[in-house]
């Protein structure tokens, strides 16, 4: 027990925990976070990474979350236009399943309630013609093209975390809250580090309870309470397979069911297929794709690629839990996907505030109300500001990756175009942190394969709180795709060697 007191301790390093953090902090609250994994290793490495307004959510009137999500587009993409990017999606029209003029009208809210100033809008595509029908079955003829964005999710929450340490945050990982009690007017934490065993005491002021699907478990084992029923946890897979079609255009496939799903080009050479919707009452620890679910989402983008998508194009899949706020909505598709922020305690009482539901595309925003909260038990220190403050890594324009890339190359000659787009991709202007002096591929050291360089690992483990090759191979970067296994684990044990537990 350290004897200093914070005023805030996050239990929870996905998305919103870093994004809470990184707010607190830079308003001048001392915070603490602990993530009882890696970082983003909950739902938020395993989401559609889109920063969407969520063009299916107005089927469900949920006006107030889309037109919050549609201005967050904008948003984000500027604070990070490395790993933030707009996409264009085509829509294809679908006879028998939803009317034409319901889309176009969908999509007319779409372009004007969400504050679109640089995002192109709305258009009709002749599928006969433009290349986007290309690579589907000739009976889709008409479709509609419009704007959302994407994100690569996991460094969101990494570089969240690094702005909220970089602005004095205490951020811990592999850290597990295994209790917390009210004592004395403050919270006595107790937090496990769960490579060491070490245990330690931390006490706050105030506690958040950002822990995603865990967060009726945090409440029910370490607050201690009766009878929580808060989230409904749905699960949603994804399958990664070899590129399908060229265009950097994403697909919007309707399905019979009345669910969708989406065909996004992924990390260059592949295509991300997903999502499913099904209720989950399994191990959160253990959460995997279902046989079910694969011949689902192969038999769905099947309806509409003229090549079927089979089994063994499969190269990765990766599944996660939404913890959907509990609404009582009986389809697990049609539950609320906005986030409801519950407040107990104050009046002599330390507060705990939780965080149910969400996306990752609200996040910012989501902070912003728990700042709120916060302030209400307090005192009101800074205002709001990181809506206009950049990510580590992302202070260049937003159009101007392209440019970024050019000025690491000229920096850096020995880069190829690839490797030079991947770092500015992954790490923007502080790529050239991660490069340093070096002169020459061979100065980044060892290649564990794929351009993955001690360099780079290094960095990682240095900035990014990486600890495993699992951290580093599919979090912070997504080199696990092209490693193999042999090389997977001569970076497992080069990293046991490297970043061993604290004693
Ligand atoms: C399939 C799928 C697709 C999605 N697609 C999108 C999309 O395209 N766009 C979008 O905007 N949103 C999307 N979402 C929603 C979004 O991913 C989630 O809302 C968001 O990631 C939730 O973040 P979180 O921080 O609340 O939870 P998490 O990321 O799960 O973080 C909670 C963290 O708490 C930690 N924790 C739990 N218990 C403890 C403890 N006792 N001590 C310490 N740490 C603890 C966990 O290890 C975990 O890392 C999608 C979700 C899913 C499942």
């Given at each position: 027990?350290?004897?200093?007191?914070?005023?805030?301790?996050?239990?929870?390093?996905?998305i919103n925990?870093c994004g809470?953090?990184r707010d607190?902090?830079?308003?001048?609250?001392?915070?603490?976070?602990?993530?009882?994994?890696?970082?983003?290793?909950?739902?938020s490495?395993?989401s559609t990474k889109l920063i969407h307004g969520g063009?299916?959510?107005?089927?469900?009137?949920?006006?107030?979350l889309?037109r919050e999500a549609l201005m967050e587009r904008e948003v984000l993409w500027q604070m990070a236009p490395h790993i933030i990017w707009p996409m264009?999606?085509?829509?294809?029209?679908?006879?028998?399943?939803?009317?034409?003029?319901?889309?176009?009208?969908?999509?007319?809210?779409?372009?004007?309630?969400g504050g679109r100033k640089l995002l192109?809008?709305?258009?009709?595509?002749?599928?006969?013609?433009?290349?986007?029908?290309?690579?589907?079955?000739?009976?889709?003829?008409?479709?509609?093209?419009?704007s959302d964005g994407w994100v690569n999710d996991a460094r969101l929450v990494v570089l969240n975390?690094?702005d909220?340490?970089?602005?004095?945050?205490?951020?811990?990982?592999?850290?597990?809250?295994?209790?917390?009690?009210?004592?004395?007017?403050?919270?006595?934490?107790?937090?496990?580090?769960?490579?060491?065993?070490?245990?330690?005491?931390?006490?706050?002021?105030?506690?958040?309870?950002?822990?995603?699907?865990?967060?009726?478990?945090?409440?029910?084992?370490?607050?201690?309470?009766?009878?929580?029923?808060?989230?409904?946890?749905?699960?949603?897979?994804?399958?990664?397979?070899?590129?399908?079609?060229?265009?950097?255009?994403?697909?919007?496939?309707?399905?019979?069911?009345?669910?969708?799903?989406?065909?996004?080009?992924?990390?260059?050479?592949?295509?991300?297929?997903?999502?499913?919707?099904?209720?989950?009452?399994?191990?959160?620890?253990?959460?995997?794709?279902?046989?079910?679910?694969?011949?689902?989402?192969?038999?769905?983008?099947?309806?509409?690629?003229?090549?079927?998508?089979?089994?063994?194009?499969?190269?990765?899949?990766?599944?996660?839990?939404?913890?959907?706020?509990?609404?009582?909505?009986?389809?697990?598709?049609?539950?609320?996907?906005?986030?409801?922020?519950?407040?107990?305690?104050?009046?002599?009482?330390?507060?705990?505030?939780?965080?149910?539901?969400g996306k990752i595309t609200t996040y910012r925003r989501l902070a912003e109300?728990?700042?709120?909260?916060?302030?209400?038990?307090?005192?009101?220190?800074?205002?709001p500001w990181t809506a206009a403050a950049p990510l580590p890594g992302g202070d260049f324009p937003a159009t101007?990756f392209?440019?970024?890339?050019?000025?690491?190359?000229?920096?850096?000659?020995?880069?190829?175009?690839?490797?030079?787009?991947?770092?500015?991709?992954?790490?923007g202007?502080?790529?050239?942190?991660?490069?340093?002096?070096?002169?020459?591929?061979?100065?980044?050291?060892?290649?564990?394969?794929?351009?993955?360089?001690?360099?780079?690992?290094?960095?990682?483990?240095?900035?990014?709180?990486?600890?495993?090759?699992?951290?580093?191979?599919?979090?912070?970067?997504?080199?696990?795709?092209?490693?193999?296994?042999?090389?997977?684990?001569?970076?497992?044990?080069?990293?046991?060697?490297?970043?061993?537990?604290?004693?």
């Open positions: 027990m350290s004897g200093v007191i914070h005023d805030i301790f996050v239990i929870g390093g996905g925990g809470i953090a607190a902090v830079g308003r001048g609250y001392s915070v603490y976070l602990a993530e009882m994994n890696d970082l983003a290793s909950g739902t490495s395993g063009l299916r959510y107005l089927e469900f009137y949920e006006f107030r889309v264009r999606f085509v829509l294809p029209y679908a006879k028998g399943i939803r009317p034409a003029w319901m889309i176009r009208l969908g999509l007319f809210l779409y372009d004007h309630i192109p809008a709305t258009r009709t595509l002749d599928m006969r013609t433009d290349a986007a029908g290309k690579p589907l079955k000739p009976l889709f003829t008409k479709a509609f093209e419009y975390a690094r909220a340490a970089d602005r004095g945050a205490t951020i811990r990982t592999r850290a597990k809250v295994t209790s917390a009690r009210r004592d004395g007017g403050l919270w006595r934490i107790t937090v496990e580090d769960t490579r060491s065993g070490a245990i330690e005491e931390v006490h706050a002021k105030l506690l958040v309870n950002a822990a995603g699907p865990w967060v009726d478990k945090v409440l029910a084992g370490s607050v201690g309470q009766n009878d929580v029923h808060n989230v409904r946890l749905v699960q949603g897979s994804h399958i990664v397979v070899r590129k399908k079609f060229s265009d950097p255009r994403a697909y919007f496939f309707q399905n019979r069911d009345g669910r969708i799903i989406f065909s996004i080009p992924y990390e260059e050479d592949f295509t991300l297929i997903g999502t499913t919707d099904q209720d989950y009452q399994g191990d959160l620890a253990k959460v995997a794709i279902t046989d079910k679910e694969i011949d689902y989402l192969c038999a769905a983008a099947s309806e509409y690629f003229a090549e079927p998508v089979r089994r063994d194009d499969i190269v990765w899949t990766y599944s996660a839990v939404r913890p959907l706020y509990d609404d009582g909505a009986s389809k697990a598709q049609e539950a609320t996907r906005d986030y409801v922020l519950k407040a107990e305690g104050g009046h002599g009482e330390p507060p705990l505030i939780n965080a149910f539901g109300s728990m700042l709120e909260k916060v302030e209400h038990f307090l005192g009101k220190k800074g205002k101007g392209d440019a970024q890339v050019s000025a690491l190359r000229r920096d850096y000659p020995f880069l190829d175009a690839r490797l030079a787009r991947r770092l500015t991709r992954l790490y202007t502080r790529a050239s942190a991660l490069l340093g002096d070096a002169l020459s591929i061979a100065d980044l050291g060892q290649n564990f394969g794929a351009d993955l360089t001690e360099a780079e690992v290094r960095y990682l483990i240095a900035n990014e709180w990486a600890v495993t090759a699992e951290d580093v191979l599919w979090r912070r970067t997504k080199r696990g795709l092209h490693l193999d296994a042999a090389q997977k684990a001569a970076l497992e044990a080069w990293m046991r060697a490297e970043v061993p537990a604290a004693a």
